[in-house]
């Protein structure tokens, strides 16, 4: 019987069969975890009150003790989430890998940006959450940290040279995301 429940939550435009999230989603089913790997409606011009439809019923399924996962622009799905978490079970965990700024150019998204979450939103969403990102990331030129880590008083564990962590970047196989999923490694930063 699994042991924990993960919700992996893929950003613009889908993770395909090479990124660090597909491969996370087979390796977890390998091991009996219960997994859930939902493809967002419309990717490639995704709306906010969509992918909110979709977490919501995601999360509708789930007993609490649940894992999440999210990469990119499912980074703020989830921080647009933590200010209405009313009704839904609280996270243990959440990672938020690679989150985008407002300046970002990703076409055809609405809807995502501003944010106004707050550090105690994001507490009652989830047991903790963390950030892990890169300081060559071209979709957050001005730093995961600045704009993420300090306002909503998060850590942010810093990647080298990985970019927006995404296959481009080097990151299919990521054995230290499953580690981490584990529990058995404070962090995903390493590889």
């Known amino acids: 019987m699994p042991s924990m429940s993960f919700l992996i939550l893929h950003g613009w435009q889908g993770s395909g069969p090479g990124h660090w999230q597909t491969w996370l989603a087979g390796r977890l089913r390998d091991r009996g975890e219960r997994v859930s790997y939902p493809e967002l409606p ?7 009150d969509r992918w909110r439809e979709a977490l919501d019923l995601e999360l509708a399924r ?9 990469h990119s622009l499912a980074c703020v799905l989830w921080l647009q989430h933590a200010r209405v978490t009313d009704g839904y079970p609280r996270a243990e965990r959440v990672l938020l890998v690679a989150p985008p700024s407002p300046s970002a150019e990703l076409p055809g998204v609405q809807g995502f940006f501003p ?59 990521w054995p230290a995301v499953e580690r981490w999923c584990l529990g058995s490694a404070e962090d995903g930063s390493e590889g």
């Open 42 to 48: 419309e990717p490639d011009t995704p709306r906010l």
């Open 62 to 70: 789930e007993p609490g003790g649940l894992v999440v996962l999210c």
């Open 115 to 173: 944010l106004s979450v707050e550090p105690a939103d994001l507490a009652r969403a989830a047991g903790s959450t963390q950030i892990v990102a890169s300081h060559d990331d071209p979709y957050c030129p001005e730093g995961a940290e600045r704009l993420y880590g300090e306002p909503l008083k998060l850590p942010v564990l810093a990647v080298a040279g990985g970019g927006h962590i995404n296959p481009e970047a080097g990151y299919g196989p």
